[in-house]
C-alpha cells in the first residue's frame, strides 16, 4: 500500500436489515472512487453484503470490490496497523486491539462515530464534538449527517443527478428486464419497501380501489417470498417474478436489488415508499415523492424524529397539501388511519416539492467530501 495515500478504516456492525452496511459501503465507495483514499471496509457479516453487490464472495476473509479492501471483522481481532482515519459506524464498538493500536501510533488516528440521519434540532449542537476515551489517550468525533450547514450533510455521489437525468431519457431495457410494460400516463407507477410493521394490506386494499391505477413494484428483499392476507380470503404467496393484479392494483415481485438499480427502480417510479436511512436518502435524490417509514422504537421513541423530518420537508408544501403530506406519513408510520384518496389527490403539489428538495440540498456539499476536510483538519 502507497503510504502517501490517506488509508481510511470504517467499521460496521450489521445490526439487521440493509441500512447500515448499504450506508457503509456507498461511502466506502465514495472514498475511493473520488478521492483516492485506501479504504478497508470491515464488516462483521459479509454475507449481507453480497445482494447489495453480488460480486462479494462472503466466504473470503478478505477481498477487493470497486477498489475497497472488504475484510472480515472477527471476535478475534487481529494485528492490524490502525488507518489514519477510523470510522466507528452507527455507535458500533471497535475491537480493543484496535483500539489499543491507534494508541501506539506516532499520531492517532482522526477515529469519528457516524451517527444515524436525523432533521431534529439537537443533531447541530452534538455534531462534530470531541469524545475523550475514559482510559486510553484517545478522542473521538461524533459526525451526524443531516440537512443544515452546521451537519454532515447528505450521502450522495459526485454528478449522480446527471446519472438519473440520462437513465430517464432511455430506461426502456431496465424495464424489459424487470418486467414491467412501457410507461402508460393513466396509472402510477410505484415502489414499496417497508418493514413488517408497516399496514401493508390496508394500503394495497385501497390501491385496489384506486380511482387511478397502480402499478407496484415490491423489491422482496431477502425474503424467497411475500405473503399478502386478506380477511376472508386464502393467503396470496408473491415471488420474484410474480404478477398479481386485482382491482386498479397490479403488484409486481422484485428480487433483491444491487445498489445502482435500485437507485434506477426509484428513478424510474411516480411514488417511492422507502424505509429506515439508506433508501430514504436515495429516494430523495430521485426527485420524486417519497413516504418514509422510519425504524419503529418501543415507546415511540422514533416519532420526534419523523416529525423533525416533515416539518423540513413540507416547508413549501401549501395547504392543504401540506396536513395530507403529514397525515399519510402518520398512518403508514401507524400513528393514525391511512387515506390513500386523501394523500394522492395533491399529487401535483408534492411532485413540485420532491424535484425542488432534490436540486436544493444537490447544491450543498456531500457528506464523503465534508469528512474528508473534517477529517483532513484533524490530521
Known sequence: MNQTTP???????????????????????QLVAEHGFA?????????????LHPEIDASLESQIACGVEVRRWVPDFPEVEPADVVIEAFGCVLPMTYEHAMTR??????????EYLSA????EMCHALPSPHPVLNLTKYFFFPGFTEGTGHLLRESGLLEQRETFRASSGNFRDVLGIPPPNPDELLISLFCYDTAPVDALLTQWEQSEI?????LPIGHRSSFHLQREGEQPIHLQPGSIHQHGNLTLHALPFLRQE???????LCDLNFVRGEDSFVRAMWAGKPLVWQIYPQEDDAHRPKLDAFLDLYTLTIPEPALTAMRAFHLGWNNFNALSWKDFIRHRKAFESNAAGWADYYYAQSDLASKLVIFCGNKV
Open 7 to 29: 488509508r481510511w478504516d470504517i467499521f460496521c456492525a450489521v445490526i439487521d436489515n440493509y441500512g447500515d452496511i448499504g450506508v457503509c459501503w456507498r461511502l466506502a465507495r
Open 105 to 114: 501510533c506516532a499520531r492517532p488516528p482522526v477515529w469519528i462515530n457516524l
Open 213 to 217: 391505477p397502480v402499478r407496484c413494484l
Open 39 to 51: 479504504v478497508r471496509l470491515w464488516v462483521d457479516d459479509v454475507s449481507r453484503m453480497q445482494p
Open 261 to 267: 438499480d435500485y437507485d434506477k427502480l426509484l428513478w
Open 120 to 123: 431534529e434540532s439537537w443533531v
